[in-house]
């Protein structure tokens, strides 16, 4: 997470949504300072601040966070069915709190932000057509570019559709249906 004592906002890092791109907003353009990177405990004396994060299309999500495991880490050789279930597997089995807070990573986009009591989020496909949607957030009062920084670096050219099968995306489903509910998303 990301936290601005002088914008008075915290940003939180959900894995695989574009987190590492609007850290950077917050870090260059706000004066925010890293506290933890896919966390949602924070400091109480910052319980008042703003709080949001970045969601996105579970489908794209879920084929970037394996598509990125698969080409940053040569000794990663899970398929993409094989890491499906292992999420499945460790969302299922976390608690709350967890033990250890970077084991958020595994759980859904909604429950971070209900954990979290995000006060905005912003969908990632929202600010990739139009970053002007940016200036929703009360600190911003002029449109900033989004730097999509991992943006096609060891990702493929096409959508996830282009590459995964009907189980491959059932299993998305499985993982992630309440993200696609309450986000509007089309499964």
Known sequence: MIISK?????????????????AKICRKKFGGVINGHHSINFPSMYK????????????????????FNKNANLKYKSTFE?????LINRKNKLVYPPADPEDMIYDSQINW??????DKYIKLENIMNDSSILAQLPFVNKTLKFPWLNKNQVRPN?????????????????????????????I
């Open 158 to 186: 096409g959508s996830a559709f282009d590459f995964l099968n009907k189980k491959q995306l059932d299993l998305i489903v499985e993982y992630a249906e309440e993200d696609f509910k309450e986000f509007g998303y089309e």
């Open 82 to 86: 094989e890491f499906m279930f292992d």
């Open 6 to 22: 002088g914008y008075r906002f915290i940003y939180f890092q959900i894995a695989h949504i574009g987190s590492t791109s609007m």
């Open 113 to 118: 932000i209900k954990r979290a009591k995000i």
């Open 48 to 67: 008042n601040f703003f709080k949001f994060t970045i969601v996105r299309n579970p489908y794209t999500r879920m084929f970037s966070w394996w598509w």
